[in-house]
């Protein structure tokens, strides 16, 4: 698949562990599962909350080539960040190898000047060959690497094998609406641009030009919505559909905390065996997850499938 024309929704998916640390294969299946069902239209493994720096290299493969295995024809795309290039360079051809559509690529928090930045992409390119499509991951929240439109455009038109923003700046509007005004006046090819942020404004960065979402919230089902109804131009059902579902959205958005939301909400939604997260990891208090609870039940409300998080 040419992943520059790469539109819906691509789940970020997690790690499932077991209470023990040992990855949940079996829960991967499930996952998968679940996502075909509610209409993703790929997938994106070992990202920023898949946990992967608690993974060895030989349980990335593994994850990875799980996802790969179930999601068939559908594209795959895998975080192979790392601190050097020998590293991401290895992950890269070996998940490319096992059928990966793309790897995903996030700045090191040293970079700080638009050279630095065009310079390491055009690096990390090198490294992983110009046969290896990859994504940009502008997550200036947690990188603390800002990336502006220009640098973007840069980014874009200095590497062939860039075929995908993921677009996870806050504010950010802004800068989607700046990358699609680059590509009408012929300053930047097209490339596909996926939302992170746990969904938090994917309602406007649909109306912006966003293609779509590339996230972890704990109801892609809801992601896939939106998305699908927001491309049909049913903005207000689009609209309602989202704000159902933003309280709990934005607990789940908490800084260090979210993580430990999320899978605590897929494991009651039979998702996870286990909301455990690998050492060093945290989990929510119990008041934390009576207020999760509570919202569930406001949730369901207005939309059903909040009813298979009961217990």
């Not at 950010?172 to 939302?195: P, Y």
């Not at 939301?261 to 039979?270: A, D, F, L, S, T």
């Amino acid at each position: 698949m040419n992943l520059t024309q790469a539109r819906g929704v691509y789940p970020i998916a997690p790690t499932p562990f077991g209470d023990d640390g040992a990855i949940d294969f079996g829960s991967i299946d499930r996952l998968c599962e679940f996502y075909l069902q509610a209409g993703a239209t790929g997938v994106t493994v070992l990202g920023q909350l898949g946990e992967a720096p608690k993974l060895d290299a030989a349980e990335s493969i593994a994850v990875a080539s799980r996802f790969i295995d179930r999601f068939g024809e559908l594209p795959v795309i895998v975080g192979v960040s790392a601190p050097g290039f020998a590293a991401m360079r290895a992950l890269a051809h070996e998940a490319m190898a096992k059928g990966a559509a793309g790897v995903m690529i996030a700045p090191p928090n040293t970079l700080r000047t638009d050279d630095q930045i065009v310079t390491y992409y055009a690096q990390a390119a090198q490294a992983i060959g110009p046969d290896v499509p990859f994504v940009i991951q502008d997550y200036p929240l947690t990188f603390t690497v800002q990336m502006t439109p220009g640098v973007i455009r840069r980014i874009v038109t200095d590497n062939a094998s860039c075929v995908m923003l993921k677009h996870e700046d806050w504010p950010g509007l802004d800068k989607i609406s700046a990358l699609r005004g680059f590509e009408r006046d012929g300053s930047m090819r097209h490339v596909s641009i996926l939302c992170g942020n746990g969904g938090l404004f994917l309602d406007f960065e649909m109306e912006r030009g966003a293609d779509g979402a590339m996230t972890g919230y704990a109801f892609a089902d809801m992601l896939c919505d939106v998305v699908r109804l927001s491309a049909a131009g049913q903005r207000d059902a689009a609209h309602a559909m989202f704000d159902a579902h933003l309280p709990l959205l934005r607990y789940e958005q908490q800084p260090g905390v979210g993580l430990a939301v999320r899978k605590y909400v897929m494991h009651r939604r039979g998702l996870l065996s286990s909301p455990a997260q690998r050492k060093p990891g945290g989990a929510i208090s119990p008041t934390a997850k009576a207020e999760v609870d509570y919202l569930l039940l406001r949730l369901a409300r207005h939309d059903p499938r909040a009813h298979l998080a009961q217990g």
